[in-house]
């Protein structure tokens, strides 16, 4: 059984910045790419990022790329998500979850790709 807990979420200002974590337990994680994932209110959960088991592979939404860092520490079984430059509309509750497989590929845009979530960070960005 696999459990994710994401921690740093919190209230920023625009343009600031914050570092989200995801911790898992188990011994499956150094072998699955993980993802993070965000919903805000109203709204269907979107995907963010994306790392391959190694860190090697990453994939990002087109709204966060060049602000958003993904990366992942397997001998601490966490990843992260770097925000940087945060803008409203970033505004969500962010979600790190496990892919299904040990393969990396398109599939990871799909929340149905992953079959363990952690139960979210609220990130709020105020103007």
């Known amino acids: 059984q696999v459990q994710l807990v994401e921690s740093g979420g919190g209230l920023v200002q625009a343009g600031g910045s914050l570092r989200l974590s995801c911790a898992a337990s188990?011994?499956?994680?150094?072998?699955?790419?993980m993802g993070w994932f965000r919903q805000a209110p109203g709204k269907e959960r979107e995907f963010v990022a994306a790392i391959s088991w190694s860190g090697g592979l990453t994939y990002y939404a087109e709204s966060v790329k060049g602000r958003f860092t993904i990366s992942r520490d397997n001998a601490k079984n966490t990843v992260y998500l770097q925000m940087n430059s945060l803008k409203p509309e970033d505004t969500a509750i962010y979600y790190c979850?496990?892919?299904?497989?040990?393969?990396?590929?398109?599939?990871?845009?799909?929340?149905?790709?992953?079959?363990?979530w952690g139960r979210g960070t609220q990130v709020t960005v105020s103007s």
């Open positions: 979850g496990m892919l299904r497989t040990t393969s990396f590929s398109s599939s990871v845009y799909s929340s149905t790709a992953y079959n363990y």
């Open positions: 188990g011994r499956t994680f150094s072998s699955r790419p």
